[in-house]
C-alpha cells in the first residue's frame, strides 16, 4: 500500500472508526457508572447470571428459580463471616482485587496449570451482576473494572449484601433466604453457625455439592471454615463499612 493510500485509509477508514469506537465507550461507560451507583439504593430484581441460566436452561436447572431478598442486617454475621472465611478472607482489606492472588493465578496459566479461581468476593459480585458462566481471558479482564468500580461507589457491607443475595447456592436457588428455606427449611435468620459454614462450603460449585445431608467433603470443608472463623473473628465483617 503506497504512502497516499495509507493516507486514505486512515483518513476515511481508521478516523471514523475510532471516533464511533470511543464514543460508544463513552456511552457504555456512562450508563454503567449510573447502573452501579443506582446499585446503592436498588435491589437488584435480576441480574446477569440469572439471566444466562434462564437463558440457556442447564439440565438439572428447575422450571422456576426461587430468590428472596433479605438485607443485611437479617442475614446472621455468622453466615456473613463464613462465606469472607471460605472465598475472600482479605476482602475487608483490598480495594476489589487482590494482586497477590492474581498473580499466582497467571503464573499458573502462563506455565500450562491452566486458569484457577482468584477472583475476590467483589469480583464474584461483578461477574454474577454484570458477566457470564464460564472461564476465559476476557471475562477475568472485565471483572478488574467492575470490581474497581463496585468498591468505589459501594463500599464493603453493600457488597457483601448483593453477593449474600444473588450468589448460587443450589441450580436455580439465589440468594441466603432461598438457600436456607431450600436446604434448611427454616429463614436465614435462624441458622446456626454449622449451618452456616455448610452453605459457605458449596459456593465453589453448588451444583454439585450439597448442603444438607452434608458430604463427606462437604463436612469437612465447613470444619475448616468454622476454624477460620474462630481464628478471623466476627469483627472481621462485624466492622465493615
Known sequence: MTRSRRSVFFRYVIRPLW?????????????????????????PPVWSWLVWRELSQPVGYPAEYRHQWVDLEQIPLQLQLAVVA???????????????????ALEEALAGQGLRGASTLTQQTAKNLFLWPGRDWVRKGLEVPLA?????????????????????????IYGAGAASEYWYRQP???????????LAAILPNPWLYQAQPPTTYVRQRA?????QMRQLGPDWVGQLE
Not at 468500580?149 to 441450580?171: Q, T
Not at 470444619?223 to 476454624?227: G, H
Open 86 to 104: 471460605a472465598e475472600d478472607q482479605r476482602f475487608p482489606l483490598h480495594g476489589g482485587i487482590d494482586l497477590h492472588a492474581v498473580r499466582s
Open 223 to 227: 470444619d475448616w471454615i468454622r476454624q
Open 19 to 43: 471516533r464511533v469506537l470511543w464514543r460508544v465507550g463513552l456511552v457504555v461507560g456512562v450508563l454503567l457508572t449510573l447502573l452501579v451507583f443506582s446499585l446503592r439504593v436498588i435491589d
Open 188 to 198: 436465614v435468620a435462624t441458622i446456626n453457625a454449622d449451618q452456616a459454614a455448610r
Open 148 to 172: 474497581l468500580m463496585l468498591e468505589s461507589m459501594l463500599g464493603k457491607r453493600r457488597i457483601l449484601e448483593l453477593y449474600l443475595n444473588i450468589v448460587e447456592f443450589a441450580p436455580g
